[in-house]
Nanobody, 132 residues
């Protein structure tokens, strides 16, 4: 069965760091040809794209996290990492990982992709809380 799982969430002080992981298996296609996208949703806020990494290693970031977050992948471990540095209280949210094959399309930014889970496979989310 398909499985996507996030881990690494928790609490941090403003200016601190956390590293999230997303593992995926059983998708019906190999992890090395899978695109992984991170979204986040804070209470009262829109669900938003955070970052994504394609199977070819190309990446994208929301303006709000550029220069602070780095996404990377280890295909041997079926895992994508989201290194989050210089955290801010506004980074507090539940972070979701989605796995799909975008076929070269841009990382979907519409909040509906997150709310309606319009991409192929999703994890259950991991909570990140940043205190000031």
């Amino acid at each position: 069965a398909a499985q996507v799982e996030e881990s690494g969430g928790g609490s941090a002080q403003s200016g601190g760091s956390l590293r999230l992981s997303c593992t995926a298996s059983g998708l019906g296609f190999g992890f090395d040809v899978t695109d992984i996208i991170w979204y986040r949703r804070a209470p009262g806020n829109e669900c938003e794209l955070v970052s994504g990494i394609r199977s070819d290693g190309s990446t994208g970031y929301a303006d709000s996290v550029k220069g602070r977050f780095i996404i990377s992948r280890d295909n041997a471990k079926n895992t994508v990492y989201l290194q989050m540095d210089r955290l801010k209280p506004e980074d507090t949210a539940t972070y979701y990982c989605a796995a799909d094959q975008l076929g070269g399309r841009d990382f979907p930014t519409g909040s509906g992709y997150c709310y309606l889970r319009l991409l192929g496979f999703w994890g259950q989310g991991t909570q990140v809380t940043v205190s000031s």
